[in-house]
């Protein structure tokens, strides 16, 4: 009889990303979380939720895109997506791969609230966050966050 292969969840943990107000670009520029060392963890897996609102009046069949971040924190100097820092900060998306997008309605403060895997993170990770509504993101922290649950397979 075959050895079941089981999941290994973590505990639901908050990112740290600020979103409020987070202006619309169509250049890539978004706002990173602070980075997760998957160093002791080794989380083969991600399970990341998110709720996002946007501003008043936003452009129809616009979106939200979510990138994935890495770090190499096995090499010297360390190699960081997009020269990324280590903290909660702003941020221009020029390599990153992007997971997950959201399209948008023109309805003003649509919150829009999902999930999405990643798969092998690597050694240290974070999530950036960029749309291209026409206007800031809600105003009011509340109504965003990013959490995640790590997941490892064993048998």
């Known amino acids: 009889m075959a050895t079941p292969i089981t999941a290994n969840l973590g505990t639901t943990t908050a990112l740290t990303i600020t979103l409020a107000s ?5 250049t890539g520029v978004g706002r990173q979380s602070t980075f997760v060392d998957n160093t002791t963890t ?3 897996f991600l399970r990341i939720y998110f709720k996002v609102t946007t501003g008043t009046s936003p452009t129809a069949n616009k979106t939200i895109q979510f990138y994935l971040l ?3 924190k096995a090499s010297s100097p360390n190699v960081v997506t997009d020269g990324a820092g ?3 900060a702003g941020l221009t998306i ?4 992007q997971v997950y997008v959201v399209q948008t309605t023109s309805t003003s403060n649509q919150t829009y609230q999902d999930s999405f895997l990643i798969r092998n993170p690597g050694t240290a990770w974070a999530i950036a966050v960029v749309h291209d509504t026409a206007v800031n993101l809600n105003a009011t922290g509340s109504n965003h966050a990013i959490y995640y649950v790590a997941e490892n397979q064993q048998v």
């Open 22 to 26: 987070l202006a619309t670009s169509t």
């Open 42 to 44: 080794l989380a083969q």
């Open 94 to 97: 020029v390599t990153a791969t």
């Open 86 to 88: 280590a903290s909660d």
């Open 70 to 72: 890495t770090q190499d």
